[in-house]
């Protein structure tokens, strides 16, 4: 069973950089397509980046692009999301997430896919 958790959030001035991870404490996810979605208190959770289980195709959220880069090391079984010139507006909490699904952009469901636990950003103004 594939075991995803995050880490790398903190606090970050805004204009600063945090780089997340995701890792699965289980089973490789290598044959899966990986995304990172972000909650705030009472609203809906946002997609925000994904990318294939190649790492050859990349989707962003528009809010994120040019800004925001994910990657994957299949090797180190790790999906890193860059974020640079960080906003308050950024701040969430962030959730990996894991799909074998093989849609593209992959839709995850939150009922049968698998998710992490998330782990927290905050960017200060």
């Known amino acids: 069973q594939v075991q995803l958790v995050e880490s790398g959030g903190g606090l970050v001035q805004a204009g600063g950089s945090l780089r997340l991870s995701c890792t699965s404490a289980g089973r490789t996810f290598d044959s899966y397509a990986i995304a990172w979605f972000r909650q705030v208190p009472e609203k809906e959770r946002d997609f925000v980046a994904a990318?294939?289980?190649?790492?050859?195709?990349?989707y962003y959220a528009d809010s994120v692009k040019g800004r925001f880069t994910i990657s994957r090391d299949n090797a180190k079984n790790t999906v890193y999301l860059q974020m640079n010139s960080l906003k308050p507006e950024d701040t969430a909490v962030y959730y990996c997430?894991?799909?074998?699904?093989?849609?593209?952009?992959?839709?995850?469901?939150?009922?049968?896919?698998?998710w992490g636990q998330g782990t927290q950003v905050t960017v200060s103004s």
């Open positions: 990318i294939s289980w190649s790492g050859g195709s990349t």
């Open positions: 997430a894991g799909t074998s699904s093989g849609s593209w952009p992959p839709y995850i469901s939150p009922e049968t896919d698998y």
